[in-house]
């Protein structure tokens, strides 16, 4: 079983940046979708973006389309998310996951698909 930390969280103001990143170990990365989900207090897991293992496609949640970006370096067993265009309503904690299937070619959605999590970074957008 892999075990993945995420990192980059942090308190910024509406319409900044900042980017998360994903250090993963115990599992070849090079083999495994990856994705970020989100919760906010008070709501369910919500789904962000995924990536393929090989990078090639990529999936995003309707809330964060055009302004947040996932990427995968494999060779430093890191996934990335770029967060832009930042508001409020983007406050939660942040999980990535792997993938339970290796080598798959369609990203997924559902959060059942994923294990293992990270244990989450705090992202808060102040108004």
């Known amino acids: 079983q892999g075990q993945l930390v995420e990192s980059g969280g942090g308190l910024v103001q509406t319409g900044d940046s900042l980017t998360l990143s994903c250090a993963a170990s115990?599992?070849?990365?090079?083999?495994?979708?990856m994705a970020w989900f989100r919760q906010a207090p008070g709501k369910e897991r919500e789904f962000v973006a995924a990536?393929?293992?090989?990078?090639?496609?990529?999936g995003y949640g309707d809330s964060v389309k055009g302004r947040f970006t996932i990427s995968k370096n494999n060779a430093k067993n890191t996934v990335y998310l770029q967060m832009n265009s930042l508001k409020p309503e983007d406050t939660a904690i942040y999980y990535c996951?792997?993938?339970?299937?290796?080598?798959?070619?369609?990203?997924?959605?559902?959060?059942?698909?994923?294990?293992?999590w990270g244990q989450g970074t705090q992202v808060t957008v102040s108004s």
């Open positions: 115990g599992l070849t990365f090079n083999r495994y979708g």
């Open positions: 996951a792997a993938a339970r299937t290796s080598y798959s070619t369609t990203y997924y959605a559902n959060a059942n698909s994923y294990d293992p």
């Open positions: 990536i393929t293992y090989s990078g090639r496609t990529t």
